[in-house]
């Protein structure tokens, strides 16, 4: 299985979850193959690339499929025509992290200094297009603040810097980032859900309004069939070529 993001990633642990329990099923080991970069279109190509012959397979985000195809004009391959839904294998909650060296113990404190420091305040994420690219554009967007996009070459090298203190602010799948929260090693200063979560009950949930904006980004686990899986990728396609396009978020 080609995951088109790094080991430790939230996706990455999803695939070898249930590529254990399919090389169980199956008698034959599953080897994972991560090929981060590009915002997951190195690993997809490989993945395009790869002969029918049913041994090569993409444990792919939303990202790759949805997002990137509405921000790139040069991808050789097209998500609808050249693979073969299976199925979906879960979501994932988001939610804002912040340097334990920044001043920002809420989402309350980072939009009032980025409202003081319109454009002056950075956050990371998985690269151009990706998930953590959106979901904090849109949060500024929702919110009424300017940030300055920082795009790493995934998802986990932009939360341990975060973690690191190299850069002040993320919005992550909480896959992610649990156990730096649980270590202490970031604060997880609001999340996406409507109500609050039970393995963090002292993050507080984000405005009603900034939710409503972003509620289509959240991860729960489920799963679905493959002609279900290819009218989620259809429908959430066009669904972020108009988001895309009314945030004005162009390929960097």
Not at 24 to 44: E, F, H, T, Y
Not at 56 to 71: E, K, Q, Y
């Amino acid at each position: 299985m080609i995951v088109p993001l790094a080991a430790a990633s939230a996706v990455d642990v999803a695939a070898r979850i249930v590529t254990q329990k399919m090389a169980d099923n199956m008698g034959q080991q599953i080897v994972i193959l991560n090929q981060p970069g590009a915002s997951g279109l190195i690993g997809a190509e490989q993945v395009a690339k790869a002969e029918p012959d049913g041994y090569t397979i993409g444990g792919f985000n939303d990202s790759v499929m949805t997002m990137v195809p509405n921000l790139q004009s040069n991808i050789r391959w097209d998500i609808l025509r050249d693979f073969e839904p299976v199925s979906l294998v879960a979501t994932v909650e988001w939610g804002l992290i912040a340097s334990n060296n920044s001043s920002y113990k809420t989402a309350a404190d980072l939009i009032a200094a980025a409202k003081a420091a319109p454009g002056k305040i950075d956050y990371g994420s998985g690269g151009p297009g990706s998930p953590q690219h959106l979901a904090m554009a849109m949060f500024a967007s929702a919110a009424g603040i300017s940030l300055t996009h920082v795009p790493y070459k995934g998802a986990t090298q932009a939360a341990t810097d975060v973690a690191a203190g190299q850069i002040p602010v993320g919005f992550q799948g909480l896959g992610t980032v649990a156990a730096l929260v649980r270590g202490g090693q970031l604060r997880l200063i609001g999340v996406t859900t409507e109500k609050r979560l039970s393995q963090f009950p002292d993050v507080p949930t984000a405005d009603p309004e900034v939710r409503r904006k972003l509620e289509d980004l959240g991860f729960v686990v489920r799963g679905s069939s493959a002609p279900e899986l290819g009218a989620l990728t259809r429908e959430q396609l066009a669904k972020y070529a108009r988001v895309i396009k009314e945030m004005g978020i162009a390929n960097e």
